[in-house]
């Protein structure tokens, strides 16, 4: 009886592992493309959206339903990633359609901003401030799609077991993601200086955030990784160490996202010159952790030939990990920033500062993409090199 139910037991097993699904690269591929077709469905979604002076809110309102479903749906494929993923050309080509469909949302987003400048005279207010509303929302959106997809390229190329077969298509697939990424950060910002510059209408209401206390613990971390003196020897457990502190730092700033997520389901914030002076402080602090990649990369690349294979492939495995962790640390930065500007409701009143402080954010931003972007080709570099 023992024999026949242990058999039973072993043949529903064996059924289960057949009829359960099972994640592979060639899903992550699959998923990458269900996520083109969903990106391309909402670039002709907000082609064919024509606003009036009788229909604003709504077309808007509808447009950012359809992106904040592919914001999670980014976010569904990015949590189910699992090691190993096998990166082939069919992968990379997916990642890369997927930034220029970003793009093209991006674009049709500052199309859809300059028809409320110009509909704006023919409006009621109340009309169009539920519109600039919508609009901020959308191009909040659009911006946490930048997030979500930078985030997902990080960890497809952690995860990575064959970097070395495809390291030049890697690095191509990642200029072209930074470059388009830029495209996409100029078209948001003008998108919300036109918003801006009609958000008079919104009345004032008082909350306050403090970020001092974070930027801080940035500036504290910077300045510790900064003073790390390396040796062949123990680069790897250095390295190793310096991640682990970056990641607990990003997974901090994560946090702080994730309450101001919450406190904006139900609040509003006014922004004042403290508020602008610690978001930029923020993106300043960012940029000062991820110039670290720098040293780091001329310090790896002046000392390789001392570096045993051993030690180095564990050096590079926590390059890579920081750089990802970097990258989702500034994007975090900017979704918050985001977030507050959609909070905010008294832009009019500060409208001069906040695209003051955009500004400045975007150009942090790409000097941190720039330091990241270094550090994963001098990792994919060496790793051929040596073949690890």
Known sequence: M???????????FMVLAVALPQRSWADVSTDLQALVSEADALHSQLLGTQLSADAICAPLVSANQAARALVESIDSVNNNLAAPITIDETLLTALEDLT???????????????DVQLLAPTVDALSI??????????SDDIGAMADRIGEMADKILVMADNIGLMADQIILTQEIQSQNLALTQASILQS?????????????????????????QGELLAANLSAIVFSPWTIKYQL??????????????KAMDETLQAISADNTLSVDGTTLISLTNMSLMATSISTVLDGYT?????????????NLDASLTSMLAMSADIGMLAHSILEMADLIL???????LASEQIILTQTLQSANLATSQASILAAQDMAISLIVARSL
């Not at 970003?102 to 901003?113: F, K, W």
């Not at 001329?298 to 051993?310: A, K, Q, V």
Request: net charge negative.
């Open 342 to 348: 959609v909070m905010a409701d008294n832009i009019g």
């Open 192 to 216: 919300q200086t036109n918003i801006l510059t009609l958000v008079s209408v919104v009345e004032t209401a008082t909350y306050d955030l403090d970020l001092n206390t974070l930027i801080a």
């Open 2 to 12: 023992k024999t026949v139910l242990r058999n039973s037991v072993t043949i529903l």
């Open 298 to 310: 001329l310090t790896i690349n002046s000392m390789e030939s001392l570096i045993s294979s051993r």
């Open 240 to 253: 190793a160490g310096a991640a682990a502190d970056v990641k607990d730092f990003m997974v901090q700033v």
């Open 129 to 138: 401030k539920d519109g600039l509303t919508a609009m901020l929302q959308l």
């Open 100 to 114: 220029i469909a970003h793009v093209q949302i991006g674009d049709e987003a500052l199309r859809l901003s300059t």
